[in-house]
């Protein structure tokens, strides 16, 4: 596709309950963010890929919040033991190389909803 | 830590009425101060990055400039389809992150 893709688009999940959102970025762009955004916040940063590899996860709020990117292509966030207060649009995100223009290309988010 | 403040919170113009939108900034090492539209439901869209004081940027009926402390998103003759909210983002230091305020929510009424 031509943009950024996120499934779900919604998730509604149950207290305690183990989620996957999936992100599949712009053919060729190397690096790969997640953001979160709660009701009328601004995205917070929770973890940039460069290639493969989490070239910073210092926005991870906690150790049950992990995300992968195993080829360098599409990204998975996980969410062990889901609390209500995770409950947000989780954004994610892509552009060529590390984004120096600031320039990053955002999908339309996963809405996650934790009853 | 870096931080941004947009102001005000939310904006209501008539259609042609021209405004500025605030973004402060507190960051170490400015590598870029960037703007963002967000239409509801929908992911930010990029507008201006701009790098160091003195910039300036247009695109259509926006022109943001920067100073060393604030930027400002200037909105000329405003349509209805102007309306979204407006991010602003900075990044700093030798991180690939970016910092992002709050939005101003831009209304222009017909």
């Known amino acids: 596709g031509a943009g950024v893709s996120q499934t779900p688009s919604n998730k509604v999940t149950e207290k305690g309950k183990y989620v996957e959102l999936r992100c599949d970025p712009i053919s060729g762009h190397t690096a790969l963010y997640w953001y979160r955004q709660s009701l009328g916040q601004g995205p917070e940063f929770l973890i940039y890929f460069q290639g493969t590899g989490a070239a910073d996860d210092s926005g991870l709020p906690n150790d049950r919040f992990f995300a992968v990117r195993p080829e360098g292509s599409v990204s998975t966030l996980k969410i062990q033991r889901t609390e209500r207060g995770d409950s947000a649009v989780y954004l994610c995100?892509?552009?060529?190389?590390?984004?120096?223009?600031?320039?990053?290309?955002f999908g339309e988010g996963s809405r996650l909803t934790v009853l | 830590e870096d931080q941004v403040t947009q102001s005000p919170e939310a904006l209501r113009l008539q259609e042609g009425e021209s405004s500025s939108l605030n973004c402060s900034y507190t960051v170490s090492g400015l590598r870029g101060l960037f703007w963002y539209r967000q239409d509801p439901g929908k992911g930010p869209e990029f507008l201006f990055t701009?790098?160091?004081a003195g910039e300036e940027k247009e695109k259509e009926r926006l022109k943001a400039t920067l100073t060393k402390k604030e930027s400002f998103l200037h909105i000329t003759a405003p349509k209805p389809e102007d309306s979204a909210t407006y991010l602003c983002a900075v990044r700093g230091g030798s991180n690939y992150k970016l910092t992002f305020g709050k939005g101003t929510l831009l209304t222009v009424n017909p």
């Open positions: 995100a892509s552009s060529q190389r590390g984004g120096d223009t600031g320039e990053l290309f």
């Open positions: 701009l790098y160091s």
